[in-house]
Every structure is written in structure tokens, then in C-alpha cells.
């Protein structure tokens, strides 16, 4: 059974600070996602990792994904207060047409 | 991007009833849809993969008599709790892949009086 694994679970900072948000995953696989979520409202798709090494960058985020150790990192630069949502990191067991195995979500909140 | 709409957006409906929901591709054909349920404060779980003209392959611990999945044609696949319980109340969201990541749709919030 596919297992993922964020930490922290919850994350409050200040505006300006760095963070790193991360995701680990029990079996093997060739894409991870990453999926921003506000209160009330559904998932907005922020990235999908597609190989080992991979790295994308959107803004004040930066994700990566090394498949080797089953490790996925979303980094924010810079927290603005906008940034303030869940993040959830996913995982398709079996390639891209497969549905996802999500992991807890982080919390984010960041300060003023 | 790709447009994944649903239909209602919110269902209050009493115990006992059945509840259809709809979820659209817009702008693409899906020939795989997926049904994932949210419960507040919690993150998705995966119920059922929805395929175009064949039966819904469900996920282990999902009732397929109670959660009843219809993918007709390439952009429409439907979701109907049937004798819906209190404990039903939930997010669902459904999701297709036009490309190469899952888009989602905006979720049906249920509750079940």
C-alpha cells in the first residue's frame, strides 16, 4: 500500500521567512504533485514533478523531487501573507492515469 | 487550462435520499474520470476511478451499491449516493487529466440532514 508523508503538518511563519514543506512516499513512482488548496474551495494544481531531478519554480515556490530517496520538497522564499493555504503533496501509484494518493496536507499560515 | 466543471456546488438533502452528482470536462475528452471525498480537516481519498463506457473500479472500502458511477460519454461522468447517511455528508471532488497532471473540479459540498 502507497503511503505519503508530509511534514509539518502544520506550519505557522512570518512574511519574509523561507521554508521547506516535505513530502516522503513508500513505493516507487515516476510523478508527484503538488496541489495548493484554500479553505472551502477544491485543489489548484501547482506543479508535477515528472522525473528524478526534476525542478520547477513558480514565484516564491520551488519544488523538487528525488526519486531515489522517495523525497519531494516544496520551498517558499520570501512568505507573503497570499501563500497562506494547505499544500498537499500527491502520488500516482501506477503512472499518470492512475488516481492519486495524497498525503495530510500542510497548513500554512503566514504573519504579517 | 483545462476546465473541470460540477454540478450542484452544495446538496442539503434529508437521510435516506439519493444524490446525483455531475462532473463535466469542458474544454477536453476524459476517458478516465476520478471521485475523490474530502472530510473537513482532512485530505482526499481516492473512491473510485470512473472510465468512459466500462464499470468504475473502486477503491478498497468503498461500497460500489452506495456510490454508483456512470461515465457515458467522454465528458460527463456521474455520482449518485444512494440512501445517503449523515456520515455521507462529505467533499467530493471529482478530477480528469487532459494532459499530463490532474485537473479538479470545484467539489460538491454534501450534507446530509
Same mark, same amino acid.
Given at each position: ?112 | ?23 463535466? +470536462? #469542458?474544454?477536453?475528452? @476524459? &476517458? ?9 480537516? %482532512? +485530505? #482526499?481519498?481516492?473512491? @473510485? &476511478? ?9 477503491? %478498497? ?53
Amino acid at each position: 500500500e502507497l503511503k505519503v508523508e508530509q511534514n509539518p503538518l502544520f506550519l505557522s511563519m512570518q512574511e519574509g521567512k523561507n521554508y521547506t514543506i516535505y513530502c516522503n512516499y513508500s513505493t516507487t513512482s515516476d510523478r508527484l504533485y503538488w496541489y495548493r488548496q484554500d479553505p472551502g474551495k477544491s485543489l489548484e494544481s501547482l506543479f508535477v514533478l515528472l522525473s528524478n531531478g526534476a525542478v520547477k519554480q513558480e514565484g516564491r515556490l520551488m519544488a523538487s523531487l528525488d526519486t531515489k530517496a522517495r523525497l519531494s520538497t516544496l520551498h517558499i522564499t520570501a512568505a507573503v501573507h497570499d501563500l497562506s493555504a494547505t499544500y498537499f503533496c500527491a502520488v500516482a501509484p501506477g503512472g499518470g492515469a492512475d488516481g492519486l494518493t495524497f498525503g495530510k496536507g500542510t497548513h500554512l499560515i503566514i504573519q504579517p | 487550462g483545462a476546465v473541470v466543471s460540477q454540478h450542484p456546488s452544495w446538496v442539503i438533502c434529508k437521510s435516506g435520499t439519493s444524490v446525483k452528482i455531475e462532473c463535466r +470536462s #469542458l474544454d477536453f475528452q @476524459a &476517458t478516465t474520470m476520478f471521485w475523490y471525498r474530502q472530510f473537513p480537516k %482532512q +485530505s #482526499l481519498m481516492l473512491m @473510485a &476511478t470512473s472510465n468512459e463506457g466500462s464499470k468504475a473500479t473502486y477503491e %478498497q472500502g468503498v461500497e460500489k451499491d452506495k456510490f454508483l458511477i456512470n461515465h457515458a460519454s467522454l465528458t460527463l461522468s456521474t455520482l449518485t449516493v444512494t440512501s445517503a447517511h449523515p456520515e455521507d455528508s462529505s467533499f467530493y471532488i471529482c478530477s480528469a487529466i487532459p494532459v499530463e497532471t490532474q485537473y479538479f473540479g470545484p467539489g460538491t459540498r454534501l450534507l446530509v440532514l
